[in-house]
Each structure stands twice: as C-alpha cells, then as structure tokens.
C-alpha cells in the first residue's frame, strides 16, 4: 500500500536531484541523475537542435532511448521545441506541451517542472507520465481496455480522464495522483522500476 510518506518522499527526491528550479522546461529534458552527466552539454545540444547527442554525456544506459526520443521531438517538432526553450511559460504553455508531447521521455520533465511550480501544479488538467510502474498500476486496476507495449495518445487521453476525476474527487493534484500510481505500479512490479516504455 502507498503511503503519503512514499509520494512525499518520492517529490523530494525528484525535487533535490534538479536542484533549484528552472525557468524552462528544457533544462528538465536536459537532465540525468547519473553522478557524472554532463548537464550543460546536453542542455546545448538540445537547444541547438542538434541530430544525436554529443557522445560521452553520461547518463545512465537505461536513459539512451528517452534522451533519442528527446532529441528527435524537438528536432522534428518546431511547436514543441517553442514551448520547450520558452522562458517561464505558463500553466497554457505546459499544458500544450503536454498534449504534443503524449511520450514518458517528454513527460517526465514536465512532471519534475511542475514539482517546483505547485501553484501551478495545483490547476495542472494536462497529460502526466504513462511509465511501465503506472502502466502496471493503470491494467491491474481496469481503468479501460488494457495496455499492451508503449501508450498511444488515446491510451493519454483515457489516463488523464481518470487521473482528472481522481484528483477532483480527492483534491490531490495530478501529479500526486500520478505518483501514487508509479509508486502502486512499481509495488505491482516488485520493486522492478525501470521507468522507460516508449
């Protein structure tokens, strides 16, 4: 069973690895946790639209297919790179993101963004990370048909219905909501939490 402490814990974790909060939501995408990753290149080569990352970032194997997808999105989507570079955007701009970027590797960031930002976060209705844990959590507890390999827009869609009705009904945030979920579904999975779907 998911306690607060879990999902208060898990904010703050999330929170002390990003440091102070930034000012756009290209500097989430442009982060790791692993101990020598190269932040300020990696933020460059984003913002510069690069094809591949510049080799010898060093993030963690597990994150290769998440930055790839990071860098062909902004690469290929002028709207979601506009959104993305955009400086303070608003609650509007993060929402939109959102909604163009329905994948785990664009989602997380913005999940992180909203952490620092919970007045924000507060009135936040857009898409919130779908990950293996919450995949897990969404098919053991039949919210809809169930998901099989990486969530489509509508599987989004049908994940933010529920996560919406959850939050008003409770009066938790989405992003409280969606964390209770990754913490239920890596519970589910035994502890096995190895976020990357898509």
Known sequence: MVSIIDV???????????GDPAV????????SEAPNFKYEQAYKDLFNRVEHATPGLSYYPYE???FDKRFEMLRNNNKLY???IKQHPTLEDVTEFSYEAATYALLFPVKCFLLDYPEMAAKYRGFVPFGKPVKKFYNANKYGTEIKGTPTFKDHNILQEHTVS??????????????VMYL?????????????ED
Do not use: C, Q
């Open 8 to 18: 208060i814990s898990l904010h703050n974790s999330l929170r002390s690895s990003f």
């Open 24 to 31: 756009d939501l290209l500097s989430y995408m442009a982060w």
């Open 64 to 66: 290769a297919t998440i």
């Open 82 to 84: 506009r959104l993305a």
């Open 166 to 179: 959850m939050a008003l009904s409770s009066g938790f945030t989405l992003i409280w909501i969606n964390s």
């Open 184 to 196: 239920g579904g890596k519970e589910l999975l035994n502890g096995i939490a190895d976020p990357v």
